[in-house]
Every structure is written in structure tokens, then in C-alpha cells.
């Protein structure tokens, strides 16, 4: 019984395996989502910002 069951689990254990991979994306999904639209506006935001503090130097 004991080489049946861990015949068995390792079945389970890699079908948990593959499903898991498939569940922990959808969590990172939001981050990279999250990231991957406030970097941008972020990123122009620091370099309006760079472009007026540049401005202010020669333009009092």
C-alpha cells in the first residue's frame, strides 16, 4: 500500500505542481500590470519634472 500511495502522489504532487504555476501568474498578472503602467507614467512625470528644473536654471 505504502509504494501505491507514493506512487501516487508524486502524480498529484506534479499535477499540483503545474496547476500552481498556472495560479501564481495570474496573482503576479496584477503586479506586473501595476508596474508596468505606473513605471511609465512615473518615468515621464520625472523627466517633465528634470526638463523644469532644467528650465529653471537659465530661465529665472
Known sequence: MAAVRTSGSPAT???RGRRTPV????KAHWLIDILCYSLPI???IAVI???FMYAAQYFP
Open 13 to 15: 504532487r506534479v499535477e
Open 23 to 26: 495560479a501564481r501568474p495570474t
Open 42 to 44: 512615473v518615468g515621464l
Open 49 to 51: 519634472a528634470a526638463r
